[in-house]
T-cell receptor
Framework: KQEVTQIPAALSVPEGENLVLNCSFT??????LQWFRQDPGKGLTSLLL?????REQTSGRLNASLDKSSGRSTLYIAASQPGDSATYLC??????????FGSGTRLLVRP | ETGVTQSPTHLIKTRGQQVTLRCSSQ?????VSWYQQALGQGPQFIFQ???????GRGNFPPRFSGLQFPNYSSELNVNALELDDSALYLC??????????????FGQGTRLTVV
């Protein structure tokens, strides 16, 4: 049974800092891995999707990596801004095409 | 191109009642999935519909049921509501099941409160 874990659960950083959010999964037989952002009480916004055959994806200040053999993915945010404050969720898609989510990392970027 | 839309945005129901939540998938998407998100938790998979057929179900009781219509919009029905059903219900659509077009796009969610 796939389990997804995100560390840390919460993170507070000063504006401008580069940061890394971690995601681990127990079953390496994933179809893809997706990172989402969620603002309080809102839906999920897709940030990056990494196919199982890929190692990384980049979008603007965001870079996500995937290492299936170790069961890890990281989301790197460069030059953080207060507007980046949100909960970040990673989700592994299993072979039946359902997403298994971690509990998220709550990020606060202080001005 | 319109995104995923859900209705209503908020709902308050009494224990034992029934509720129907609605989702319009993104244009061209034939796959819809429903998730339940309790406060402070990650979303949990309820079920998925592909071209009007159920295509997988999570660990939820039969009182959670769904439909997908020919235009690929979808409904989630919950009977005999319990207090623990209070959560944010999220709908996601994707272009297809399998292949390279499985990126999930989520709606804004329906906040259900059971009292």
């Amino acid at each position: 049974k796939q389990e997804v874990t995100q560390i840390p659960a919460a993170l507070s950083v000063p504006e401008g800092e580069n940061l890394v959010l971690n995601c681990s999964f127990t079953d390496s037989a994933i179809y893809n891995l997706q990172w989402f952002r969620q603002d309080p009480g809102k839906g999920l916004t897709s940030l990056l999707l990494i196919q199982s055959s890929q190692r990384e994806q980049t979008s603007g200040r965001l870079n996500a990596s995937l290492d299936k053999s170790s069961g890890r993915s990281t989301l790197y945010i460069a030059a953080s801004q207060p507007g980046d404050s949100a909960t970040y969720l990673c989700a592994a898609m299993d072979s039946s095409y359902k997403l298994i989510f971690g509990s998220g990392t709550r990020l606060l970027v202080r001005p | 191109e319109t995104g995923v839309t859900q209705s209503p945005t908020h709902l308050i129901k009494t224990r034992g009642q029934q509720v129907t939540l609605r989702c319009s998938s993104q244009s061209g998407h034939n796959t819809v999935s429903w998730y339940q998100q309790a406060l402070g938790q990650g979303p949990q998979f309820i079920f998925q519909y592909y071209r009007e057929e159920e295509n997988g179900r999570g660990n939820f009781p039969p009182r959670f049921s769904g439909l997908q219509f020919p235009n690929y919009s979808s409904e989630l029905n919950v009977n005999a509501l319990e207090l623990d059903d209070s959560a944010l219900y999220l709908c996601a659509s994707s272009l297809e099941v399998g292949g390279l077009n499985t990126e999930a796009f989520f709606g804004q969610g329906t906040r259900l409160t059971v009292v």
